[in-house]
């Protein structure tokens, strides 16, 4: 089963979109990572790692992504991993609550690292009315 | 080759070894904790207003985690200072600066000493790895408005024989005309994109942290040589 990550420079964030996700995903593994160690508003690419490592599968690992340099922390974060654990992790362009929540019911049914990335890109192109 | 330290660098000497690279982050650090207000303030004109507080946290976990427990070379230095930014910074700078130093690190492994020959290929791969983390170029108002001035007036210097603190005033002089460049343009990278043509006038944080990055070093090696 694909996992979820899910990164935002607010913890809260991240926590509450994890819940909201988990409602539709069952058993779908998702990791709220947001904020920075000490409480601050940030994003950190060692906690990203840690996330990846601590539901890592073959199966492999989405990663959407709020703003600008939460990005760049996952790019980094690709970067810090063992290649062979690399190559198995994505990182999605997709707006993070509709990609999150698209992403969450295609893991859910069993899609595979590509069709989750897939359907939460497709949340980009779902105009919200 | 061990030289006692006292004779270990002569006036005009080119060289930094390990432990003039602890103590240039050191005074880094220190800098960065004086102007985190300024840095702060000038953040809150066209970001997210946290630059100098990000950059001091940062540098406070250089000094807690690798200035007390550093690497056996100067290469392992590098790297441990990219994680500690990476770790802890927060915002953009964390993976910008991060990124920039492990690249350094990669450059310089296993090296005990490093010249000013070796400074514009370690500000090449700081460069290179900056503009690969924030896919920017000179001229949207980021720190590479600092860093690549200040590279080529430090290579020029360099293919003039200027002697190294000659070399680095000129770096630091183009980094600083680089910062005064950043108030004339407006931001398409980051927070500060958001604003538009209202980031104009406002003199870009990276690139300011850069430039008092650049000035320690020049600094430095002037406090060596006196």
Same mark, same amino acid.
């Given at each position: ?52 490592? /601590? &539901? ?10 709020? %703003?600008? @340099?939460?990005?760049? !922390? #996952? *790019?980094? +974060? ?21 990609? /999150? &929540? ?10 595979? %690292?590509? @069709?989750?990335?897939? !359907? #939460? *890109?497709? +949340? ?6 | ?226």
């Amino acid at each position: 089963m694909v996992s979820l990550i899910l990164v935002s420079h607010s913890r809260q964030l991240a926590e509450g979109l994890a819940d909201l996700v988990r409602q539709v995903a069952g058993e779908v593994p998702v990791v709220p990572v947001g904020g920075t160690a000490d409480g601050r508003l940030g994003t950190d690419a060692t906690a990203i790692v840690e996330a990846v490592e /601590a &539901v890592y599968s073959d199966d492999g690992v989405v990663l959407l992504m709020d %703003l600008g @340099s939460s990005v760049m !922390a #996952a *790019e980094t +974060a690709l970067e810090l991993l063992p290649p062979e654990r690399s190559a198995r992790v994505r990182l999605s362009g997709a707006p993070l609550v509709e990609g /999150a &929540v698209a992403a969450g019911v295609e893991a859910r049914i069993g899609g595979t %690292l590509e @069709s989750v990335l897939k !359907a #939460a *890109e497709s +949340a980009l192109h779902e105009p919200k009315f | 080759m061990l030289r006692p330290k006292h004779q270990q660098f002569v006036r005009g000497d080119k060289r930094m070894d390990k432990e003039g690279l602890l103590r240039l982050l050191e005074k880094i650090g220190q800098r960065i904790h004086e102007q985190r207000d300024f840095l702060t303030e000038l953040d809150n004109a066209i970001g997210d207003g946290d630059h100098g507080h990000n950059m001091d946290k940062g540098f406070q976990a250089v000094h807690d985690r690798v200035l007390s427990n550093p690497g056996p070379d100067m290469g392992k230095v590098l790297q441990q200072v990219g994680m500690a930014l990476i770790s802890t910074v927060g915002g953009a700078a964390g993976p910008l600066y991060g990124t920039a130093f492990m690249r350094m690190g990669g450059l310089l492994a296993g090296r005990q000493e490093a010249s000013l020959e070796d400074l514009p290929r370690l500000l090449d791969a700081a460069i290179g790895g900056i503009q690969q983390r924030g896919k920017a170029v000179r001229g949207e108002k980021t720190m590479l408005d600092a860093l690549i001035p200040a590279k080529e007036a430090l290579e020029a210097a360099i293919s003039a024989g200027k002697p190294a603190v000659e070399a680095l005033a000129d770096a630091a002089a183009a980094a600083e005309a680089g910062v005064e460049y950043t108030k004339t343009i407006r931001a398409t990278k980051g927070r500060a994109s958001y604003l538009g043509d209202r980031s104009i006038g406002h003199q870009d944080p990276g690139a300011t942290s850069s430039m008092l990055m650049i000035q320690v070093l020049k600094e430095t090696l002037q406090e060596r040589d006196q």
